[in-house]
């Protein structure tokens, strides 16, 4: 997730903006730059789960939110996936649902 997290960063680098959507197992490429920031996105080690990726890429693409679920519940940062919509990771200090792991935009 750190490396997908630095890709992106990469991209705000280059564009001022993050990429709308990912597409795991396929090349990252910024959305202005011509230029490919990694290729082919992992996808979440955990069987039959995916990576959720959410960004405000309709409204400035200056925020996205990307989480896992993790194995051991209760052990993340976040209380769900971030899949509200707007890019924005829902944070949560109670770590008695924390069943998810998330980063978000850096800038």
């Known amino acids: 997730m750190k490396a997908i997290q630095r890709a992106l960063e990469q991209c705000y680098s280059l564009d001022t ?3 709308d959507s990912l597409s795991f197992g396929a090349n990252l490429d910024c959305a202005t730059a011509t230029e490919t920031v990694m290729s082919s996105v992992p996808d ?3 069987p039959g789960e995916d990576y959720v990726y ?3 890429g309709a409204i ?3 925020e996205y939110c990307l989480c896992a679920a993790l194995e051991n519940l ?3 940062n976040a209380d769900n996936d971030g899949s509200g919509g707007g890019g924005v990771c829902n944070w949560d200090t109670d770590e008695t649902d924390n069943n998810y792991f998330c980063v ?3 800038q």
């Open 54 to 56: 959410t960004s405000d």
């Open 44 to 46: 979440d080690p955990k």
């Open 17 to 19: 903006a993050y990429p």
């Open 74 to 76: 209760g052990r993340g």
């Open 60 to 62: 400035s693409k200056t």
């Open 104 to 106: 978000s935009n850096q």
